[in-house]
């Protein structure tokens, strides 16, 4: 009885997964939106910021600069080549191409959620030189979606003993990447959650259709032979 629960659980989750990695951090995304539209976030904001700026010094803040690195346009265009080339060197066609694809739709949509929002970046002390708009967090949004996907794509073409440490790695440059914009001072953490919540939404989305694509052409490759 106990095993039939348990299977059924399981089933349950396999069917309706794409749906509740839409559906959780959609609705979170949404809470917070409300939230920021009616003010209801500087209690929460402030009280996060004042932490991460207790701990602000020379040497820290460097090592959050390079943090936040991480997401800029540049390193993620650089990394994204890099890929593109190593899978194509191997024969790879569709994880070479979802990469860059994916990178490019989530800039995207992030660009259109801050247009929608436009709320004004923190009014406080930024170590760097930032503009547009704060709400969600593009570098919260891309870490997710985009390192995430890499994550998914170590998972399912890595073999060997590296396999877990590097997704553990990968792993842990997202949180990394959003601290650093809140003690950086250009993001609220209200910002930080929802680019979170709306990459992770994302980023579900994204590798349903990557792993339809992916059954398709091997589909089609297994029919040719």
Known sequence: MTGGKTRGVRL?????????????????????AVLIV?????????????????MITPQTT??????????SPAFLI?????LLAFFLFRHKLYPALAIPVNLLLSSV????????????????????????FSF????????????GFLIYLVA????????????????LVIPCVGISRVYLGVHYSSDVLAGFSLGGAWLAFYIFLAERV??????KKGGSR
Do not use: W
Not at 156 to 171: A, I, S, V
Not at 214 to 219: A, V
């Open 38 to 54: 009616n003010d209801r976030t500087a209690g929460f904001d402030s009280a996060i910021y004042h932490f991460l700026s207790s």
């Open 109 to 132: 949509i992030n660009t259109f959620a801050k247009s929608v929002f436009d709320r004004p970046r923190p009014d406080i002390n930024q170590l760097v030189d930032v503009g547009g």
């Open 156 to 171: 399912r073409y890595c073999r060997g003993r590296y396999k877990y440490p590097l997704m553990l790695l990968l792993f």
């Open 78 to 82: 650089g990394i994204s080549i890099l």
């Open 12 to 32: 349950f989750f396999q069917k309706y997964r794409v749906l509740l990695g839409l559906g959780l951090p959609l609705t979170v995304f949404a809470v917070l």
């Open 214 to 219: 992916r059954h398709t052409l091997e589909e």
């Open 136 to 147: 969600p967090s593009g570098h919260s949004f891309v870490a997710i979606s985009f390192y």
């Open 62 to 71: 460097r090592s959050f600069i390079f943090l936040t690195n991480l997401c």
